[in-house]
């Protein structure tokens, strides 16, 4: 019978430097592979939005244009949507037919839980959104949402990536991260990445 013989030391040293060596070569990468991943993601999400989106205003003017207490409105996949309206004091910024709410609201008087709602109905498999920074303790949440300040077409709703975003300990800084804005003013959709 022969002898059977391990590793010799030398052997096993080499192996794992080898093996250090590559790790070192590939973690980088690895890590911009998750950090593309969320950007794909972010993307994908944001296009998804854009698309129902024009898929609510086709439905309008495929109706014919309806109101409801002179505001442009529509039932887009059995959920009545508002939209915006152009009014006098509006006239020459506002496009009309872009989903805002699901009350009877112009976009001067949205509020974040419009844009939250549209996130929620929109969208065929919507993710988690809230816009209450207290319910991300929680870790059900995908995207945060908040509405802009702003006035007529400044009028936003950023919806931030909470996988993009930066940590501090336990607390989760929402508007770090990467995000989508949607203006109801123009129809707008558009993507930051940070």
């Known amino acids: 019978m022969k002898k059977q013989a391990g590793f010799s030391l030398v052997e096993l040293v080499i192996v794992i430097i080898v093996v250090g060596l590559l790790a070192v070569a590939a973690l980088p990468r690895f890590l911009n592979v998750t950090d593309?991943?969320?950007k794909a993601q972010i993307e994908g999400v944001a296009g998804g939005f854009a698309t129902a989106v024009l898929s609510a205003r086709a439905q309008w003017e495929a109706y014919g244009r309806p109101q409801n207490n002179n505001?442009?409105?529509?039932?887009?996949?059995?959920?009545?949507?508002?939209?915006?309206?152009?009014?006098?004091?509006?006239?020459?910024?506002?496009?009309?037919?872009?989903p805002l709410s699901a009350a009877r609201r112009n976009v001067a008087s949205?509020?974040?839980?419009?844009c939250e709602w549209l996130m929620t109905e929109l969208l065929q498999n919507p993710?988690?959104?809230?816009?209450?920074?207290?319910?991300?303790?929680?870790?059900?949440?995908?995207?945060?949402v908040e509405k802009t300040d702003g006035e007529g077409v400044d009028t936003e709703c950023r919806y931030y990536q909470l996988a993009s975003s930066n940590s501090k300990g336990q607390t989760i800084e929402p508007t770090s991260g990467h995000f989508f804005s949607y203006k109801p003013a123009l129809g707008q959709v558009a993507v930051t990445l940070k």
Request: proline residues 0%; charged residues 20%.
């Open 36 to 38: 593309e991943a969320k």
């Open 71 to 98: 505001l442009n409105a529509v039932n887009y996949d059995g959920t009545e949507f508002y939209l915006s309206t152009i009014t006098n004091s509006n006239n020459f910024l506002t496009r009309e037919g872009y």
């Open 110 to 114: 949205m509020r974040v839980n419009d």
């Open 127 to 144: 993710l988690q959104v809230t816009s209450k920074e207290a319910d991300l303790a929680n870790g059900d949440y995908q995207y945060f």
